[in-house]
């Protein structure tokens, strides 16, 4: 297993070279790079089907259901003889031919399957959350920027489209956040206000499965993989996984990051994680996921993000400071917001092309290093609801202020699963 010593030196260390595949650069014999990348997929339930449009040529799918596997064959024009699909995963990314892996498994697969691809030279877009604990979150950056990966994690609200009800681009929120114009600390509250009761409380898992029959075309034990060995029931896998804490967070496991992503970038935070978090919620079953009322999370410096589950803060803006606020479409207390925003300088630029990204070897907008972040507040959260406990977090020793969350931040794989340095 990965040590926290060396998880948190190679979270510290920065890559400063990047290789690139031969077959990218277009050296004599190979690809060159006016051509479409190669990819292949990972987990062929419902969320795969947004990465069977994705750029690139598809040349491979792989799930341990081979009913997912056909319908997914079926469907991406698998019968042509250039795509071809797989059982086992490691076979996928054994491939030369491949430049990219898209994982859209379940997150207890993440670390492991990321880690992978990345020691097998492939670059990797990941779905959300990043990972299922902070301790693979580490692992996967390790494994990235020591392998010199190009790493996308699959949430796009911080550079593209209107933020959910907002109905705002993040950036116009951003520039009002970084040139200073409602004061600081800043308080955002997530909630009705964007959207935020859409599939929050709608993953809660059931407690007391009883044991089924196993499909016969489900290969459960490899489903499981460094899970603990439970029993087969159908509210354990594809559809209803997330409600059970050996997979997923629920709700915030699912959404968490698309919403808190944006939150770090808004308040310049992409390098370190709150350092309290607070809920309010009933206590919790020890397999099966429930809801939840509010969570609380402040920063060191004083800003607090509030998230709403019961969406009772109905006349909540979206960020507010001790000069003003901000809500739906940029409706303010300040007058001539918008004229404001506009005048002020844009953001840094952000590198939104994946392929451009593969091909100049440049860190991808969400990338492995503040999507860690990102998805460390969503762990954070995750975690307090476990235990129901408000919880002290440390950004530098990546620690909490009590055994049973650290505990529950690293825990063993299921044998024969580890991470490996």
């Known amino acids: ?89 490691r076979e996928l990314v054994a491939r030369d031919d491949i430049d990219i892996v898209h994982i859209c498994t379940p997150p207890h697969w993440h670390a492991l399957m990321a880690i992978a691809a990345a020691k097998a030279g492939k ?52 520039k009002a956040a970084m040139r200073d114009l409602l004061g600081w600390p800043l308080k955002i509250t997530v909630s009705g206000v964007t959207g935020f009761d859409w599939k929050l409380n709608t993953w809660a898992g059931k407690p007391g499965l009883k044991p089924e029959p196993v499909p016969p075309e489900l290969d459960y034990d490899f489903w499981l993989g460094p899970a603990p060995n439970k029993p087969y029931n159908h509210l354990r896998s594809h559809l209803t996984f997330r409600g059970y804490w050996d997979y997923d967070g629920g709700g915030l496991g699912d959404m968490g990051q698309h919403y808190l992503d944006p939150v770090q970038y808004i308040l310049n935070k992409d390098d370190q994680a709150p350092i309290s978090v607070e809920i309010d919620a009933d206590p919790q079953d ?54 404001k925003i506009d005048a002020l300088p844009d953001p840094e630029p952000q590198r939104t092309d994946f392929h451009a990204c593969i091909r100049s070897r440049e860190k ?36 909490f202020d009590d055994p049973a969350a650290n505990a529950l931040s690293y825990p063993v794989m299921r044998a024969p699963w580890k991470i490996n340095d």
């Not at 030196?9 to 190669?38: F, W």
């Not at 040529?57 to 319908?71: G, I, N, R, T, Y």
């Not at 060191?300 to 809500?327: F, H, Q, R």
């Open 1 to 89: 297993m990965t040590t926290r010593r060396q998880s948190l030196k190679a979270l510290a260390a920065m890559a400063t070279v990047q290789i690139v595949p031969s077959r990218v650069l277009g050296l004599k014999g190979q690809t060159p790079p006016s051509e479409i990348l190669t990819r292949g997929i990972i987990g062929c339930g419902n969320i795969s089907g947004s990465h069977l449009t994705m750029p690139g040529k598809l040349l491979a799918l792989c799930d341990v259901d081979s009913k997912h596997l056909d319908e997914r064959m079926r469907g991406s024009g698998g019968e042509a003889k250039d795509v071809k699909g797989y059982h086992d995963f």
């Open 123 to 174: 670059d990797i877009w990941c779905e959300k959350p990043m990972s299922r604990t902070l301790g693979e979150g580490i692992a996967m950056v390790k494994a990235v920027e020591k392998q010199n990966r190009i790493f996308r994690l699959n949430t796009w609200f911080r550079f593209k489209d209107s933020f959910y009800d907002m109905r705002v681009p993040v950036k116009m929120l951003k």
């Open 286 to 339: 020890a397999e099966a996921i429930g809801t939840w009322r509010r969570i609380e999370f402040t920063y060191a410096d004083g800003c607090k993000v509030v998230l709403d589950g019961e969406n009772k803060d109905t006349a909540a803006v979206y960020m507010s400071g001790p000069k003003g606020w901000i809500g739906k479409g940029l409706q303010s207390n300040i007058a001539d917001l918008r004229k």
């Open 364 to 399: 991808f907008a969400v990338n492995e290093r503040n999507g860690f972040w990102s998805c460390a507040m969503v762990q954070m959260g995750i975690i307090a609801h476990h235990l129901n406990k408000n919880l002290k977090f440390d950004s530098k020793t990546l620690k």
